[in-house]
DNA sequence: ACAGATCGTATGTAAAACAGATGAATTGTC
DNA sequence: GACAATTCATCTGTTTTACATACGATCTGT
């Protein structure tokens, strides 16, 4: 997914009133801009995010970190390993159930994560900045909105039946041929 | 690059007025959408683009349809493949120059395009619900402006000197170390 | 006509994600 | 209290994807 990481010029003609395209373009534009800033450690920007979840001290084992943040167990294995040679953050046994390993961020994670924090607001700015401040906060809000009813039917089954209602001629799953 | 791909609940705590988040999910919600909408094509997104572009009769060969794209010249060649094989689009050698294959779309092609095209504006809307219309005008305009901004300023070393502007610590490049 | 460049294709390689198996540790039941 | 079943993190293997390179075919220059 990320299905679609085209690199940079694109489909230039026009298009330029298509919200998906526009959407794209602007979104693009903020994960350069962050992955980026957050390319200095381990993993970027999962690996902020792990950071960031472990130096907020939330509570679970690294399976349930894992699950938050929509990555395999796997993945987070070796995402641990790196912040860990990294001394950001520590693998330690839960007292309580020794199989879970709760991962806690040291005294340099924290600070990391608080820089990059204030990086990531200046990234922020970045992106608004064409906007007049009015505009910004009227901008947040509509997004807000529109975030807040995508979580609600975010679910795989609406996009599914939404296809069934729309779709006209798709019988089967027509997955892509083996290259060879 | 994708580089982000997590997939449904992710870090529901107080990141709700972050921009980078807001705006992912938003992003993620409409590719979601309009990932299932062009499913049923082979290529997916890429291959809609292709077969827009070939429906446009836009001229060049396959090569500089893919560096319009975004996407490398190997991938374009079994992304034609399935497509051709699908019967949507043709691989037509250029009488000027035999070289260059022009990639022309078929009459079923053409359909499926328009097709795909009404569904698109669907996903659009679908997008956009929670907005009344007012508000939807006003969100595509601000939209419209950051991204014409966002385009000016792509190009890669702005975002590097955006990096080094705001640097602390990052003396060289930490490349993330091979799981093995 | 011949050297060099360009287009599309074929091949090999590296990175990343996912599925399944393994070992350690817990829970339940008898 | 012992034993089966489950769960957690890790390891291993497979698959997919992108990229880099090499190749044959064709064009353009002299």
Redesign the pocket.
Known sequence: MPPT?P?SAEIPDALDSDLGWTLGVVFRSYVRTANALVSHLPGGPRGYQVLAAAAQGLPG????L?QRLG????????L??DLEKAGLVE?RPDPA?????RVVATERGRATWTDTQTRLEHAEDHVLAPLDPADRSVFRELLRKLAAQANSLDPVHDTCRLVEELASDVPAKPR?S???
Chains 1, 2 share one sequence.
């Open positions: 990481r690199s084992g690294q399976g349930a894992a990555v395999d167990k796997t993945v987070m294995t070796y641990l390993d693998r159930d020794r199989r879970n390993k892509r083996p290259r060879g």
